[in-house]
């Protein structure tokens, strides 16, 4: 085991776990659970087929051991967003599960080279990595339902190598390091942890911006600046606060930020993807969708339509654009008159939280004679007009 931690600390990771092949009993039992109770809102990811999830024995028949790899992406210093600039989630600033990736085919290249066999699993449907990093011991499950380290807090991306070498599993779960703070679980704006330990999905911002459909019109005021995921619950964390700042003494062994290892580079890491971390909205409104694609195709987007991605930055003009701006105008304009109604439909509730229905008829709008029915939904919606620092709407 110390050659194979050697090895994936080496590569990148910052923590290597092992536990059983066992089925996750546990975690399929509260999948199960959580999905008849509607708390999934419509996610397949984890919810799809945990029959199959919960079971490494489908990843590899005869598996024995899976080793649970632990990347932490928190990085200090991240600039504030500007004006018209959208904020995403820090795992995406770097595409941090490519990195992930090979470090653990680096733990699973020793296993093959000893005449073991072993698959890569992360990032997809096929194992509930965060149940199997809990029953390896590497942190507790908390109230927000991240997978926190002592050590590393739970800015974590998580996955495994599956293998039939036998291997000496954690000696026990670690115990719950939350106690009686709730921090979580009032910071949430969507109040979707009001029960500890358990995500109702359909309250979820994280969820709901990469989710199909029309963005519900009462959290769209609650989403802000967030145009890609929501690092709230922890952000808030006290693990998280008074954990080791990245370049510290827990940086891997052996790491270099050309093999993925662990680099302090602070709001730099944007280039690596192309992208700043707090992408200019307007600008993003602006591009076609070969051009969006390209520049955030890593992210996940629901059936990989940009509409999607439109929508959201649509909200996030909405609550932080400026009306006065020639910009904010012509872009809207633009969405107004778009093909798809998924974006029309934002663009209509994007102009009035501006104070912009002016916009309207000049763009052709009626909603008297509004055919699509979301469209016209958002005509008829109660939209509360956003106060700007001038005191007008």
Known sequence: MEELRRAGLAAGLHDLGVTTADPLVEARRAIEERKAAGLHGGMWFTYGRPERSTDPGRILSGARSILVGVRRYHREGDPRPEANQGRVARYVYRREYEHLSRALEEVAVVLRDRGWRA??????????????????????????TNLISERLGSWLVLGSVVTDCPLEAAAGVRPDGCGPCNRCRTACPTDALSTAGVLDARRCLAWLVQAPGTFPLRYREALGDRLYG???????????????????????????????????????????????????????????????????????????????????????????????????????????????????????????????????????LDPSDEADPDVRAEFESDVRPRIGQDGRP
């Not at 990093?133 to 927000?144: F, M, P």
């Not at 944007?270 to 955030?296: C, N, R, W």
């Open 119 to 144: 698959e890569v699993v992360l990032d997809d449907n096929r194992l509930v990595d965060r149940a199997a990093a809990y029953r390896a011991g590497l942190g507790w499950l908390a109230k927000n």
């Open 230 to 364: 929501c690092d709230i619950c922890q952000e808030v964390c006290p693990v998280n606060l008074r954990t080791a700042a990245p370049g510290s003494d827990d940086a891997p062994t052996g790491a270099s930020p050309s093999h993925g290892g662990w680099s302090d580079t602070g709001g730099t890491e944007g280039s690596e993807t192309g992208i700043s971390p707090h992408p200019d909205v307007v600008a993003l409104l602006e591009m076609d969708d070969d051009t969006l694609l390209s520049q955030f195709g890593h992210w996940y987007i629901p059936r990989r339509r940009p509409e999607y991605l439109r929508r959201n930055a649509l909200i996030v003009l909405g609550n932080i654009g400026d009306p006065a701006d020639p910009a904010t105008e012509a872009v809207l304009a633009r969405c107004l008159r778009h093909e798809s109604a998924v974006v029309r439909a934002h663009a209509v509730w994007a102009a009035r939280r501006l104070g912009l229905d002016h916009l309207f008829p000049l763009c052709g």
